[in-house]
Structure formats: C-alpha cells, structure tokens
C-alpha cells in the first residue's frame, strides 16, 4: 500500500506541496480556507475533465475559457430576458456542446491541427464575448434559487461546487475506465491508425471528446457566474492554461493515450493550492503569472521524460 502510494508522483507532490505550504502560512490549514481551495478548484477542475478527455485523444483544446466566458455571458442574458433558469440552463450546456463539436469536426473531418482550430475559436469566442456584452459586465437581476445555488449555495456548509465537481470527477472515472467510449478514447491517443483499423468509429469519438469538454467548459461558466452574479467579458482568460496544467501534473501524456482522471483530480488540487498559497502569502498576481508558467513548463518537462 505504501509502496503504491509512494509511487503516485501528484500525490506525493501536493502532499509536499500541502506540508511547506502550511509551514510557511498557519492559516492554509484551516477548515475554512480548504473549502475555499476546493471551490476555487472546483472551476478549473471541471475543465480539467473535459480537457483530459481531450489530450488524451492526443489533442489539445485551448478555447475551454473563451467557452465558458460566452457561454456565462448567454446564461445571464437568458435569466435576464425572464427566462426559465432551467430552460437557460440547458441551452447554454447545449451552446457549450455545439462550440465542442465544432472544433471536433474540424479536427477530426477536416483534419486540422488542434492547436490552430482552438486557438482560431479561442480568439473568435473571446472577441464575440466582448461584441455581445459589449465590454461590460452582465449583472443578472433575479436568477432565482436554483441558479443562485449552483455556484453560491452550501449543503451542509459544504459549497454546491465541491459536490460537483466530485460527482462529475467520478462520472469521469466511470466514463474513462468502464465503458467502450473511454476505451476507445485511449486507444485514438495510444495509435490512432490502429484503431481506425479495427473498424472504431475515430471521427465520432473525436468529435464527442471535444463536445464533451465544450459542455463542461459552459457549466463551469455558468457556475462562475452564479457565484459573482454576474457575467464577466473577460471571464476564464488564462484557464486553459490552469486546464492543461493539471491534466499534465496528474500524469496524463500531451502524446496521448496515457493518463487517468484521479491523476487530472490531484493536479487540479496542486494547482488550486499553488494559487491560494500565493494569494495567502501576498505575492503579486504578476509573480503568480510568472510562477503558474513555470509550474506548466515542469509539468511539460516531467511529461517529456517519462514518455522517453
């Protein structure tokens, strides 16, 4: 059991990471600041699914902020307008399923490269994001408890996104380890021309990985939202680099077909607790753009050498 747990590098980085960090700052260990680390993770986390499923295909998906910023824009406008929360709720999963299958297609029917299709809706989400609030923030006026709940609400003290996050983290495990969708899903990463040979269906997967992470890029959006009420045109700038990095700490391979979602889970909570130890220890979120690029750049270097 030891051994095993020795063994796990994310796990025995963050408890490391957990231990100097609460050397360093008493107040890190606190009940309360460890809920407020885990719903400040809970965001980045549900991405971090989405994009695990992705890279794991052996692709990339860099538009999952400018997703979640648009699709956060739309549901405040929606709740605005008077509509159902429940009725916004489920066009805007359907918006960020769209915006994911779009990208699919382009990958897998077109044949374009995953970095330049995500990178181009990226930059054409975010630019829309703007155009449509135009510049300025959505305050919603009325979102009613449901949609109050979901990014603000505590059960049992314990906030609505933690129970998320954890729920979706298993569907996640489920998905990756107990069905023909996850293995599929690293058999595209592992050899792609293989399995087309053996008559799987890789278009289709593909295309459904990167719909996936759409979709869960907007419930995050909404989620963001609901927790400030409000829907920010610069909302999810940067989090696909947060994104990335804990799919790539968790031990899921940029190549591919390598990786497990309890990995993307520990390297989501690395990065949650990087960002709130900086923030504990008032370090300028200039330094911390700086120290998060460094975290990405060990990860792509530990990545590298255990796939040689």
């Not at 408890?15 to 360093?24: E, H």
Request: charged share 10%.
């Amino acid at each position: 059991m030891l051994k095993k747990i020795w063994s796990n590098k994310p796990l025995i980085g963050l408890i490391i990471f957990v231990i100097i960090v609460s050397v360093l700052n008493p107040r890190f260990l606190t009940h309360a600041n460890m809920l407020n680390v885990l719903r400040q993770t809970s965001i980045n986390s549900i991405i971090a699914i989405g994009m695990t499923l992705v890279i794991l295909t052996g692709g990339i998906d860099l538009s999952v902020g400018s997703i979640l910023a648009i699709c956060g824009a739309v549901m405040a406008s929606l709740l605005n307008s008077g509509q159902n929360p429940v009725f916004a709720l489920i066009i805007t999963l359907i918006l960020g399923l769209v915006f994911g299958f779009f990208n699919g297609f382009l990958v897998a029917k077109m044949k374009l490269q995953a970095f330049i299709v995500t990178l181009v809706t990226m930059t054409f989400l975010r630019g829309a994001t703007l155009v449509f609030t135009e510049g300025k923030p959505i305050t919603i006026d009325d979102g009613g408890m449901l949609f109050e709940n979901i990014g603000g609400g505590y059960i049992f003290n314990i906030p609505i996104p933690i129970y998320i996050m954890v729920v979706l983290f298993i569907a996640g495990y489920y998905l990756l380890m107990h069905t023909k969708f996850g293995r599929y899903t690293y058999a595209i990463g592992g050899n792609e021309e293989a399995t087309k040979l053996s008559g799987i269906n890789v278009d289709k997967i593909k295309i459904w990985v990167y719909g996936l992470c759409g979709m869960l890029s907007a419930l995050a959006g909404v989620i963001l939202t609901s927790r400030l009420y409000s829907a920010q045109p610069t909302a999810g700038s940067g989090y696909e680099l947060d994104a990335i990095a804990a799919v790539v700490l968790g031990g899921t391979s940029l190549a591919g077909g390598v990786g497990r979602i309890t990995g993307t889970a520990l390297g989501a909570l690395i990065i949650g607790v990087l960002g709130n130890a900086l923030n504990l220890l008032n370090v300028s979120s200039y330094y911390q753009m700086m120290i998060k690029a460094l975290v990405i750049l060990v990860a792509v270097l530990i990545d590298r050498k255990s796939n040689k």
